[in-house]
């Protein structure tokens, strides 16, 4: 790609995940430091392992099957509310699913509704537009077309980040798992473009000491 284009960059989260919430936090520091050379969107991701993870992190036994139900209602309800919080604005939507991860993950709060309703009117959301869109079919379809973006992009785990537009590289790149800053930050500013560049990408990435590290 040319040296001016804008990267563009995708993240994968569940979004009352810890490590989601941690990759958040390095993809904002990174943009501040690129001044504007990176356009970045964070997109709900659901599946089975997402649930498992979350009561891992929880303490919560996975053979409890209502309680699996449970986090996974949490999970799709509080995605749902993140997009409706981004109709009013993609600042204002981020600023609502980082307050929101902020509760439930650094002040063990428990997702629920009255929580949810709080946040947005902390971010000055409209609470009647935020009330309506939460629940809407609208926002549903919008949630079932971000699973469908993750499926076209080979996305199963989560945090994943999908690059693209890197400069010198003519497909999209995956990593899986990224709580590393500096390892973003080489791959956004070309420092592992030898890697990428290799003629036989996936078997000499799988050898590399990232194995999260994958061609599209």
Do not use: W
């Not at 569940?14 to 993809?27: A, V």
């Not at 979350?54 to 993140?82: C, G, K, T, W």
């Amino acid at each position: 790609m040319g040296e001016n284009s804008l990267l563009e960059l995708y993240l994968f989260i569940n979004p009352i995940g810890s490590t989601c919430y941690h990759s958040e936090q390095i993809i904002i520091k990174l943009a501040d430091e690129l001044q504007n050379k990176i356009r970045f969107r964070f997109i709900p991701f659901l599946n089975l392992a997402a649930t498992v993870s979350v009561m891992e992190e929880n303490s919560i036994p996975l053979n409890n099957l209502d309680l699996r139900n449970h986090v996974f209602n949490q999970a799709y309800q509080a995605s749902l509310d993140y997009k409706a919080a981004l109709f009013q604005g993609k600042k204002r939507g981020r600023r609502f699913l980082l307050n929101l991860q902020h509760k439930i993950i650094d002040e063990k709060l428990t997702y629920s509704e009255k929580l949810a309703q709080r946040i947005a009117d902390t971010c000055q959301l409209d609470k009647e537009m935020f009330s309506h869109d939460r629940h809407s079919d609208f926002t549903i379809n919008s949630f079932h077309q971000d699973m469908q973006m993750a499926a076209e992009m080979h996305v199963h785990a989560f945090p994943t980040i999908v690059l693209y537009n890197l400069n010198g590289i003519d497909c999209g790149v995956s990593l899986t798992e990224c709580t590393s800053y500096q390892l973003l930050a080489d791959l956004c500013t070309g420092k592992m473009n030898d890697l990428l560049n290799f003629q036989n990408k996936i078997d000499q990435i799988k050898k590399h000491s990232n194995p999260h590290l994958h061609i599209l």
